[in-house]
């Protein structure tokens, strides 16, 4: 009786084994990496600006493979552009990334249609609470920018002003994910798991003292 | 759900709802456990000061096992202070394991003394685990900055995948049927 496919040993060394081949710092990796994550980042960013022609992008950051930098770009005439910070993509994104795929690689199931359901659904889970921490971080960056304007870009609109509590709460959010990454990706990978393939699961013990 | 009791995944009838339970309880309790860990304490306040007594405590342990292999090495607050310096910080002290580990025990439905020994031997075993990785990331430190680096991005998932063990074996031992008398 457990919570976890059998064979357990198994799937865990297969999962370690996974996880460390994925982590070797292989050449160009961080690279390619950095400019699908730029790619992505901006295709999202995209559909949620509204304040043209300022706006927000991500950059590959000059000299470090797997960093990106939020750069606040103002695209009207005198405007210029503001890099804003680095995010260091492969702790923040690529690991947790990596355990959830190797989590999900070595405990895949005989009934692959399911199987590839629910690893689908827990990545876009895993993607989204990725996509929240980043925007909570992003935010509270920029709020701090605009309230202490330091070039043209963020001296024409202010786009975020947050008080004490919200920075604090949206700090907090992206602390929290950032940190404890991994307890969430197990989590998002277990609940993926039940929910679209209880079957697979062994059962709890009933009852309880 | 079927006439014959069961959902249309397969799972037997109330099975499913047992584990979501589980799931539910458990991410309610590493939530807030990660929130508490993580939140951003004023740097001046009580819950820092605490923090960093705890990672001075953690710090002067690993010095203490390392100073067998390098009598040079001594720990100043946080820092380990050597051939090669570490600084235990807040990331470091495998708080992510204990979480999980803890939230999962919790949450998992087990008679209190079997939860305690879990946690309490759990919280030892994943202590002692990560006080290793730290005298290994040492070593490895003094003599590659590239393995060093890999080791100390690596180690911390690899981390939980060790305790993801840990808490299934538990879970069995508390599962186990009761011999006969």
Redesign the interface.
Same mark, same amino acid.
């Given at each position: 009786?457990?919570?976890?496919p059998k064979p357990?040993?198994r799937v865990?060394l297969v999962?370690?084994f996974i996880?460390?081949v994925a982590?070797?710092?292989w050449p160009g990796l961080g690279a390619a990496f950095t400019r699908a994550f730029c790619a992505v980042g901006n295709a999202a960013a995209s559909l949620c600006q509204s304040h043209p022609p300022l706006r927000f992008e991500f950059e590959p950051a000059a000299g470090h493979s797997w960093s990106t930098t939020v750069v606040v770009r103002d695209s009207s005439p005198g405007g210029g552009s503001v890099d804003v910070f680095n995010l260091y993509l492969?702790?923040l994104v690529y690991?947790p990334l990596?355990?959830f795929v190797a989590l999900s690689v070595a405990a895949a199931e005989a009934d692959r249609r399911a199987h590839a359901r629910a690893f689908a659904i827990g990545l876009a889970m895993v993607l989204g609470l990725l996509g929240l921490a980043i925007v909570s971080e992003v935010t509270v960056v920029l709020s701090h920018v605009w309230a202490a304007p330091t070039g043209a870009a963020s001296q024409r609109v202010h786009l975020v002003q947050l008080g004490p509590a919200a920075s604090?709460v949206l700090?907090?959010v992206y602390?929290?994910i950032s940190?404890?990454s991994?307890?969430?990706v197990?989590?998002i990978w277990?609940?993926s798991r039940?929910w679209?393939?209880?079957?697979a699961?062994p059962?709890?013990?009933?009852?309880?003292? | 759900m079927d006439p014959e009791g069961h959902?249309v995944?397969?799972?037997?009838r109330?099975?499913?709802a047992?584990?979501?339970r589980?799931?539910v309880t458990?991410?309610l309790i590493?939530?807030s456990l990660?929130?508490l860990?993580?939140?951003?304490w004023q740097p001046t306040g009580h819950v820092a000061g605490w923090l960093h007594a705890y990672l001075s405590a953690y710090a002067t342990v690993v010095a203490s096992v390392l100073s067998l292999l390098d009598p040079t090495l001594h720990a100043v607050g946080t820092t380990l202070s050597g051939r090669f310096s570490i600084q235990v910080a807040?990331?470091c002290d495998a708080a992510?394991a204990l #979480?999980?580990y803890g939230?999962?025990v919790l949450a998992?439905? =087990?008679?209190?003394p079997k939860r305690t020994a879990g946690l309490l031997a759990g919280a030892a075993g994943i202590t002692a685990l990560n006080v290793t990785r730290l005298c290994v990331l040492y070593v490895v430190g003094l003599h590659s900055r590239?393995g060093f680096?890999?080791a100390h991005?690596?180690s911390?998932?690899?981390l #939980?995948?060790?305790v993801?063990?840990a808490?299934?074996a538990w =879970?069995?031992w508390?599962?186990r049927p009761r011999p006969v008398t």
């Open positions: 009786v457990s919570f976890a357990t040993a865990l999962t370690a996880l460390t982590l070797v710092p492969r702790v690991a990596s355990l604090w700090s907090a602390r929290t940190s404890c991994y307890v969430f197990v989590a277990a609940f039940w679209l393939a209880p079957a699961w059962s709890a013990p009933q009852a309880s003292a | 959902s995944t397969g799972a037997p109330g099975r499913g047992h584990d979501l589980f799931l458990f991410v590493s939530g990660c929130f860990y993580c939140a951003p807040r990331d992510e #979480i999980l939230a999962s998992f439905p =087990a008679p209190w590239e680096d890999f991005e690596a911390p998932p690899l #939980i995948i060790a993801l063990g808490f299934v =879970a069995r508390v599962a």
